[in-house]
């Protein structure tokens, strides 16, 4: 487009365009059919899914890897309702995204119209926030204000619904005078996002992680939100702390680095979970204290003292009581924290000998483990994910689905750099890899990008590899196929003894490689343990397609450690294999 | 079952928003979505027609209290919002209030003098008043109403502002 837009369908596409979005993921129908039209001429590429969902988990995905906002548009109605679920994933995992739906005209909305629903209404609690625009004149500054809502403070989701009237050239109601989005004051009176953390609690907090004798980083997503890792490194090596990294921060601290402990919680490791619990002092940093991390809440680092740090001024003090509270941006705080350090000198630092070679010797006796698959047993999923870390350089982008699968892959992974790990942790939504990767391959196209994905998430969103194919945005996938809906499995197999209750999804169909091969991918299947390496080197030649291996995994094998549902931290279970050892060291402390 | 307005369960939250559709849906959403009730609620402009200001009322203490006041300030729409401290605020209801008059018509004015109500409307057998107090008062004079028959009964939902000795 090189004349100004004169009417809204126009001036919508012109406004993403200077938002800088250069990729967005969608499917068009009624309602919001005049905005298809301009996307024509427009520079921003479109990649047409086969399901809404797809779109707004790969507008996640996009976000996840560039630190972008993911942009994802919809017609109304039922594709309305098909972005909840993302939206909701966006929100939990604090994602920034903006979702562009259409709407039934102005004056027919409320009256029950073809394909209305009431879509700021539904989607007021799964958003950052959400507009209904009803002058074509509001369309530039409000498309600026959905990204700058979405992508400043804590980031998250937010939705523009448009009315159908207002961007369609051939009503009069459309019409209207263009300008550059930035070039009119945003009308946000209630939104201050501060980021600058206070200085006087910054200096507190210095002070008491010097005092402390076993501290622990504790390290959440909000920290790759801040484009912190490289301050966090200089943190925790001036310190010389533990840290833990969780579900949503794997990668922000390299695994490889002698302190750092993994991913605490539920499905944490033994050092992980035991180190938070043992601790004088947890430095929260962009964590939330999510129950997943904490076990039962009243038994949770019972003698800790808490400092902590998030932009999010309702997340301090939400589920525990905080010694120092420090609203603000991780990245800001975080350098704060590492000046006054290096002021106080290395002196101040309380001596942590002793609890360094108590976490090493946990470390030792309890690394994570698992018992190797027999002749003719199936696969391992855990061997599985090991020879894919082994078979793929450290910077490769992987994504996961929610399950068994998800657990092994932040296990058994080795996670050296961030944005690095894409997964849904809030939500815990099935069916998010397959579309998450295809968004952050399109936005990093020069990166290799898998899919780790569990046989039932499969078959939720597996029709986007069609996606895949047809934009050619080719992803790589790993399918662990144990025929049952794994995780779910687990719980009934030791918490309701034994008594499996509809989590057998089948021994034989669907038969993937035919189904990824209908879909233009490479499907490969691999059953025994010397066909897992070459099948991966094999797939990782393939560029110019999509390549699915299913590996025919072991139902029975379960994810270890785990804490129990209700149980404290200090009661976590580990590999059975270890089991004794936990009980000859007892209350060790 | 007559909880007084003046149980110190009740905390008085204030919020000034933006003037637009939906704000209230939103406002009242972070609400429901625990199960909290809003006891009492009264919504209007402010002398800046941009902005709103609602009183209300719930009966939630304590770290829930706090964290719904947070989300609420976290809301895009909501420019400011406070907890009121009774002991430094003062709060004003008003409450219409059909009553059966009856054979009881001179007890009847004899209250309505003592409280110095106002007799809106009159019938032949009823009386609509209208009296603006501290929401406590109200619920006193609804009671000593009470046995005259109440036929229909409105109250606005208390408003308040911080008082000038602070
Ligand atoms: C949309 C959705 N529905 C249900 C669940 C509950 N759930 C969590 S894990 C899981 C099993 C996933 O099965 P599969 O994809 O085969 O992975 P596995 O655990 O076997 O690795 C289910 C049903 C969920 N997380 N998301
Ligand atoms: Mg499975």
Partial sequence: MSTNPTNGGEALVRALECEGVEVMFGLPGGAILPVYDPIIDSSIRHVLVRHEQGAGHMAEGYAHATGKPGVCMVTSGPAATNVVTPLADAMLDSVPMVCITGQVPLAAIGTDAFQECDTTGITMAVTKHNFLVTDPQDIPRIIHEAFHIATTGRPGPVLVDIPKDIVDPVNPRSAMTWYEPDSVPMELPGYHPQTDGDPALIQEAAELIAHAERPVLYVGGGILKARAAEPLLELAELLQIPVVTTLMARGAFPDSHELCLGMPGMHGNYTAVTAMQRADLLVSLGARFDDRVTGRLDGFAPDAKIIHVDIDPAELGKVRQYNVGIQGDCKVVIEGLVDITKKLGSGAQADRSAWRSTVSGWQEKFPLTYEQSLPGDKLKPQFVMEQLRDGNPADTILCSGVGQHQMHASQFWRFDHPYTWINSGGLGTMGFSIPAAIGAKAGMPDRRVWAVDGDGNFQMTAQELVTATVEDIPIKVALFNNSYLGMVRQWQEMFYDERFSEVHLSDHVPDYVKWAESMGAVGIRVESPEEVAPAIAKANEINDRSVVIEFVTDARENVFPMVPAGATNSDVVVDPSQQHLLDDTGGES | ?166
Wanted: glycine share 4%; charged share 30%.
């Fill in chain 2, 1 to 166: 079952m007559n909880v007084s307005s003046a149980s110190p369960r009740w905390h008085t939250l204030v919020a000034t928003v933006e003037n637009k559709p939906g704000v209230l849906a939103r406002v009242a959403g972070l609400f429901s979505r625990r199960g909290f009730n809003i006891h009492s609620l009264a919504v209007a402009p402010t002398d800046d027609e941009r902005f709103s200001r609602i009183t209300f009322t719930v009966d939630i203490e304590g770290t829930p209290l706090d964290q719904v006041v947070k989300q609420l300030d976290k809301l895009i729409n909501v420019v400011d919002i406070s907890e009121l401290n009774p002991a430094h605020s003062v709060e004003r209801e008003l409450m219409l209030i059909t009553v059966e008059v009856g054979e009881y018509r001179k007890e009847l004015m004899e209250i309505v003098d003592d409280y110095r109500a106002y007799v809106l409307s009159e019938g032949d057998d009823r009386l609509m008043l209208s009296w603006s107090a501290r929401p406590a008062r109200l619920d006193e004079l609804e009671e000593r109403l009470r046995p005259f028959g109440i036929v229909e009964l409105q109250r606005t939902g208390r408003v308040a502002l911080p008082s000038l000795d602070n």
